[in-house]
């Protein structure tokens, strides 16, 4: 993708990333002045299919950025200094990603980075941020995928493991009664995307296969799919009585409409990724009771600022919370506290000292492994009446589960 006024090393993805050359330098260099501001950036999708994940990313980089020059800023060799937060859009494609990242690197000078949303958007950046040795923690992008795709030095991820995301709807069907109450036939419908295809071809089949259950329908669809009336009447035919899905938020959307309009009514109903932003219940509005997702944080949770954070962002923005306010600012003020131990600009102090994290933060304890990862726990939601409540484990719900899933 040629972007207008800067030089691109190379176009992007995930494969040319992996083999992009350093075009500028990070290291160990601190390459700020010395009297200038503590300079942040971040790639996150502020349009195109992932937009809704992106406005609560942004919310909660900001936040933590807010939070430090409020305090005066964060000391830098003896003196503070306030921080910069440069957000550029990488519009829901990776190309932008890299492009992006690379701008940030090498015309912005950034001295850290924060990561995008979801693998196949934090992978490129963070690919660019661990050739060129700059710094980068990142949420958003599942621990154990994150993990395989590179041996990191330069970049930390802290987020749940897909693993646990795609077992939990199974547990939370054994811990309700629900499954019971059920066929034990399942049906999956999952975008071919990168991680999404491990989660339908992989790891939903075997918890399913683990916890009794007979998958009878599966199929992949490109990510920017939005009709799968075809996959509904197939699912349907098959007598599925839970349906897991993974697709894009306009998927997912127009997915629950479609199931209405092809009569299908399974008694569970799933929807990771695309059925988790605030946007999808409010297009869906009575359509989204009854679906469930995968979370990792509430303000219910015992976590210092937990109940703070969401009460700031309603009054703020006059909206209902999502998750990702949390896991977002975390991934900021782990980066800035790493920032303020350093002392220093030098990126390879930087580096070190997030290696060294280890404390409770707003979206719970954040430790990193030697894979460079730190895996958030956890529940399973479900949209209630515009608002997402946890219906599992029964020792964190909010809410009681609604089932079966209602058909309009």
Same mark, same amino acid.
């Given at each position: 993708?040629?972007?207008?006024?800067?030089?691109?090393?190379?176009?992007?993805?995930i494969?040319?990333a992996?083999?992009?050359?350093?075009?500028?330098?990070?290291?160990?260099?601190?390459?700020?002045?010395?009297?200038?501001?503590?300079?942040?950036?971040?790639?996150i999708?502020?349009?195109?299919?992932?937009?809704?994940?992106?406005?609560?990313?942004?919310?909660?980089?900001?936040?933590?950025?807010?939070?430090?020059?409020?305090?005066?800023?964060?000391?830098?060799?003896?003196?503070?200094?306030?921080?910069?937060?440069?957000?550029?859009?990488?519009?829901?494609?990776?190309?932008?990603?890299?492009?992006n990242?690379?701008?940030?690197?090498?015309?912005?000078?950034?001295?850290?980075?924060?990561g995008?949303?979801?693998?196949?958007?934090v992978?490129?950046?963070?690919?660019?941020?661990?050739?060129?040795?700059?710094?980068?923690v990142?949420?958003?992008a599942?621990?154990?995928?994150?993990?395989?795709?590179?041996?990191?030095?330069?970049?930390?991820?802290?987020f749940?493991?897909?693993?646990?995301?795609?077992?939990?709807?199974?547990?939370?069907?054994?811990?309700?009664?629900?499954?019971?109450?059920?066929?034990?036939?399942?049906?999956?419908?999952?975008?071919?995307?990168?991680?999404?295809?491990?989660?339908?071809?992989?790891?939903?089949p075997?918890w399913?296969?683990?916890?009794?259950w007979?998958?009878?329908?599966?199929?992949?669809?490109?990510? #920017?799919? %939005?009709?799968? &009336?075809?996959? *509904? =009447? !197939?699912?349907?035919? +098959? $007598?599925?009585?839970?349906?897991?899905?993974?697709?894009?938020?306009?998927?997912?959307?127009?997915?629950?409409?479609?199931?209405?309009?092809?009569?299908?009514a399974?008694?569970?109903?799933?929807?990771?990724?695309?059925?988790?932003?605030?946007?999808?219940?409010q297009?869906?509005?009575?359509?989204?009771?009854?679906?469930?997702?995968?979370g990792?944080?509430?303000?219910?949770?015992?976590?210092?600022?937990?109940?703070?954070?969401e009460?700031?962002?309603?009054?703020?923005?006059?909206?209902?919370?999502?998750?990702?306010?949390?896991? #977002?600012? %975390?991934?900021? &003020?782990v980066? *800035? =506290? !790493?920032?303020?131990? +350093? $002392?220093?600009?030098?990126?390879?102090?930087?580096?070190?000292?997030?290696a060294?994290?280890?404390?409770?933060?707003?979206?719970?304890?954040?430790?990193?492994?030697?894979?460079?990862?730190s895996?958030?726990?956890?529940?399973?939601?479900?949209?209630?009446?515009?608002?997402?409540?946890?219906?599992?484990?029964?020792?964190?719900?909010?809410?009681?589960?609604?089932?079966?899933?209602?058909?309009?």
């Amino acid at each position: 993708m040629k972007v207008p006024g800067r030089t691109v090393c190379a176009a992007a993805g995930i494969a040319l990333a992996t083999t992009l050359s350093a075009c500028g330098s990070g290291g160990g260099s601190a390459t700020a002045s010395s009297s200038g501001p503590i300079v942040i950036g971040a790639s996150i999708p502020l349009t195109g299919p992932l937009a809704g994940f992106g406005y609560f990313e942004k919310w909660g980089y900001q936040h933590a950025v807010d939070v430090a020059n409020k305090a005066g800023g964060i000391k830098i060799d003896g003196a503070k200094r306030k921080v910069k937060l440069i957000i550029l859009d990488d519009q829901t494609n990776p190309n932008t990603t890299v492009n992006n990242v690379q701008q940030l690197i090498t015309q912005d000078h950034v001295d850290a980075l924060l990561g995008s949303c979801t693998d196949s958007l934090v992978e490129p950046g963070a690919l660019i941020a661990n050739r060129m040795g700059v710094p980068l923690v990142t949420p958003c992008a599942a621990t154990n995928t994150f993990a395989a795709t590179a041996k990191w030095t330069w970049a930390w991820d802290l987020f749940f493991n897909s693993e646990n995301l795609t077992e939990t709807p199974f547990n939370t069907a054994d811990q309700l009664g629900l499954k019971a109450k059920t066929n034990s036939k399942v049906a999956i419908i999952h975008s071919n995307g990168k991680n999404e295809n491990i989660i339908g071809t992989v790891e939903w089949p075997a918890w399913a296969k683990k916890h009794g259950w007979k998958v009878v329908y599966n199929t992949a669809v490109p990510p #920017t799919q %939005t009709q799968f &009336t075809s996959s *509904l =009447q !197939a699912a349907k035919a +098959a $007598g599925a009585d839970m349906l897991l899905v993974v697709i894009s938020p306009p998927g997912a959307i127009a997915l629950r409409k479609q199931m209405v309009s092809v009569g299908y009514a399974p008694k569970i109903l799933v929807e990771e990724e695309g059925g988790e932003p605030l946007q999808f219940a409010q297009a869906l509005g009575k359509l989204a009771n009854g679906v469930m997702v995968g979370g990792y944080w509430d303000p219910s949770f015992p976590f210092p600022g937990a109940k703070q954070l969401e009460q700031e962002f309603q009054a703020q923005t006059h909206q209902t919370g999502s998750q990702h306010i949390a896991d #977002t600012d %975390t991934a900021a &003020t782990v980066l *800035l =506290q !790493a920032i303020a131990r +350093a $002392g220093t600009l030098d990126k390879t102090a930087i580096n070190n000292q997030i290696a060294k994290t280890n404390g409770t933060f707003v979206a719970g304890h954040v430790t990193f492994g030697a894979n460079h990862t730190s895996t958030l726990p956890m529940v399973e939601e479900q949209w209630q009446n515009g608002k997402n409540v946890i219906i599992a484990p029964l020792n964190r719900s909010t809410a009681k589960v609604i089932f079966p899933l209602p058909t309009g």
